[in-house]
């Protein structure tokens, strides 16, 4: 039998200026920088420094955040890996997503905690449909994907796809409705584990989809793993989803390297 070689790395540029937020599934150690998978690390491309920017422990969340997103006033929302009690909230499920308010961040964050959207308000109840991505849409929307295949009401698909939420009401009382935003199986994402969506960021000044996934990948133009970064730029979005796919960070050249980038926000 012929034995499956796995996809050689694209060559890819460096990108233009920009702070690149970064988490990871594991505990590990970028430019110096020691981190848990609880925390958010920052890296500026313009000085190739690494920095702590949310200390996870710091304001007692031990479990891996396993998805973020820096919000526009400067809050930061959060989901968890697993069920866990965060100060002020209790008991918060891993399809749930908490917003936090800091007071400080970096190597001494502080701040508090609030709900942001409870997952089994709105049919993220099983297993599969635990959060594993948080973005933002351009029109302001929350933009998700979960761990395997998801079923809620007005959506259904896998962990290559994205949903789009649009709200009635947030906090501990949720509702609002589903629709697909994002078809990754039309656009070279499979259904294998290693090209699930693992993060996403979208550029809400042109709609362009920046994504890591858990592991190796190869989809037309680009290949890497799960420590890089690359672009959609979508064509159509929706149930019939078309990009185009770019480089965007190699994160192996850029001291993550072994790591796997489980949530993403960037800073132009």
């Keep these: ?3 499956p070689v796995p996809p050689t790395p694209t060559s890819t540029p460096a990108p233009a200026s920009a702070v690149i937020y970064v988490s990871s599934t594991t505990n590990g150690n970028s430019g110096g920088v020691a981190y848990n998978d609880e925390d958010i690390v920052a890296y500026d491309t313009s000085t190739g420094f690494w920095s702590m920017y949310f200390d996870g422990s710091d304001v007692g969340i031990t479990g891996d ?6 919000m ?3 809050t930061i929302l959060l989901s968890l890996d697993a069920a866990a009690t965060v100060s002020g909230l209790g008991t918060v499920d891993d399809s749930d997503i908490i917003r936090f308010a800091p ?22 109840t099983t297993n599969n449909e635990d959060i594993d991505t948080i973005g933002i849409a351009p029109n302001g929307k929350l933009v998700i994907s979960t761990v395997g295949s998801f079923g809620v009401t007005g959506a259904s698909g896998n962990d ?23 078809d990754g199986s039309d656009v070279g994402l499979n259904d294998s584990s290693s090209e699930e969506i693992n993060g996403a960021w979208i550029d809400s000044s042109n709609g362009d989809i920046y994504l890591t996934v858990l592991g190796a990948f190869s989809v037309p133009g680009v290949s890497g793993d799960g420590a890089d970064i690359f672009i ?10 078309s990009c185009t796919y770019s480089p965007y960070w190699d994160g192996s050249a850029n001291g993550f390297g072994g790591e796997i980038a489980d949530g993403v926000r960037i800073v132009k």
């Design 1 to 3: 039998t012929n034995t």
């Design 65 to 70: 955040v396993n998805a973020f997103a820096i």
């Design 72 to 74: 526009p006033d400067g």
């Design 103 to 124: 007071t400080s961040l970096g190597a001494n964050t502080a701040g508090t905690f609030t709900w942001y959207f409870d997952g089994s308000d709105v049919g993220l």
């Design 160 to 182: 290559e796809d994205l949903i789009e939420f649009t709200a009635t009401s947030l906090g501990s009382t949720t509702s609002g409705t589903w629709s697909l935003y994002f």
């Design 232 to 241: 959609c730029t979508p064509g159509l979005l929706g149930s019939t989803t």
